[in-house]
């Protein structure tokens, strides 16, 4: 239970971490050998790129588990508690609707690419390991929008309860 409960505390931090060292590291190595040696590694400027990519991706889920996606308060301010519970709850299922679509067509797309063996350039890796980026962040992103509808269908919940005992 342990490890389930680390995974769900940190995995997104832990990868973006991860992803964000190995950029810096490999950029300061290139220009380190530009400057230094007057030769650049190759395949750096390849991997810090795709590094990017996943940590873009990664970090929407992490915006939806922090809940710092980006949104407009505005209108939420003008609502009382329990309708902007409502109006959260409705914006959270469209997110998620949105979040399976894109998992479920990134993942096809993957799937194809990893099939065609297309590879890049520099690193010669599968291109479809870099288009993975997408459905498994969307895969992510649907399991922390799950549990920010479950958390606030309880909310809604215990408003009604607290409402019909008074």
Partial sequence: MKPIRWLNRYAEES????????MVVIITA???MRFVLGSSIG???ELARYCFIWLVFIGISYGVKKQRHIRIDAFLRLLH??????????????FLLFAIFLLMYGGKISAQILMWGQRSP???VNMGLVYMAAPVAMLL???RLTQQLLLQF????????NKNQV
């Fill in 81 to 94: 508690a329990k309708q902007q519970l409502k109006l959260e709850i409705v914006v959270n299922v469209l």
């Fill in 43 to 45: 395949w750096s400027e």
């Fill in 15 to 22: 990868m973006m971490v991860f992803l964000l060292s190995v």
């Fill in 154 to 161: 309880k909310s809604l919940r215990t408003a009604e309860k």
């Fill in 141 to 143: 992103t649907s399991l």
């Fill in 30 to 32: 290139q220009v380190g």
């Fill in 122 to 124: 520099a690193l010669q």
